[in-house]
């Protein structure tokens, strides 16, 4: 089985609204390994979702423990686009934390979900390069922030689904729904939204015997 363990949105304060607006995590379980089956019960006990076992072994092995979806939006600024691509309004950043808080919270979260355990593999699951490539690297530069390790590399699910099915999505997550005859959750450009679609597409692929393998490059 795969459950959303955790979804969290990070807003930007106004300066930096024109080049980030959303950032979403949601944590699945990628599947059951021997030995690491109890830990996986309580951690999806402890969110609620009461999953048993025997389903979550209906997935293939995979190399990971967990997946890490992720999904950052940005405004276009040229041509500007009305309303907002995103669906966020400047009232909704005001008064929220800096970038610098947001990662700091998210370690936190990554060390307490047991994530940053050298023997729990794990990974982050994006449509595209550009959100850990370009787009945090770019928004940490440009404040001196450091970028963690574990953003350095990821699963870039467009590629992922070109290997699995032959053909490239050349419209991202609307050409992988079609592909796999899924219902596309949400409106197209919402970082929850776009995560929950990310998630489905893993688990059809899963279903199916995909084996997810890292493909970006080492920095």
């Not at 830990?39 to 979702?49: M, N, P, Q, T, Y």
């Not at 691509?85 to 936190?108: A, F, N, Y």
Request: proline share 6%; aromatic share 10%.
């Amino acid at each position: 089985m795969i459950a959303l363990l955790h979804t969290g949105a990070a807003k930007f304060p106004q300066n930096l609204l024109p080049r980030a607006r959303q950032a979403v995590c949601s944590l699945l379980p990628a599947g059951v390994l021997k030995g690491y089956g109890s830990i996986v019960s309580r951690k999806l006990a402890s969110h609620g979702f009461g999953a048993s076992m025997a389903a979550m072994s209906s997935f293939p092995p995979q190399r990971y423990h967990y997946f890490l979806v992720l999904d950052f939006e940005a405004t276009c600024d040229k041509p500007q686009i009305h309303p907002q691509l995103t669906g966020i309004i400047q009232g909704m950043v005001d008064g929220q934390p800096s970038l610098q808080q947001v990662l700091e919270r998210v370690d936190e979260w990554m060390a307490k979900e047991g994530l940053l355990d050298p023997s729990v593999k794990s990974i982050f699951v994006t449509c595209g390069d550009w959100d850990l490539k370009v787009m945090l690297p770019g928004q940490c530069q440009y404040l001196g922030l450091p970028v963690a390790d574990y953003f350095k590399q990821w699963i870039n699910l467009k590629k992922a689904y070109s290997f699995a099915m032959g053909s490239w999505p050349k419209n991202g997550l609307l050409d992988m729904n079609k592909g796999l005859n899924l219902q596309h959750i949400g409106r197209p450009h919402s970082g929850i939204d776009d995560c929950k679609n990310i998630a489905n597409i893993m688990k059809t692929l899963a279903h199916r015997g995909f084996i997810f393998k890292q493909t970006s490059k080492p920095f």
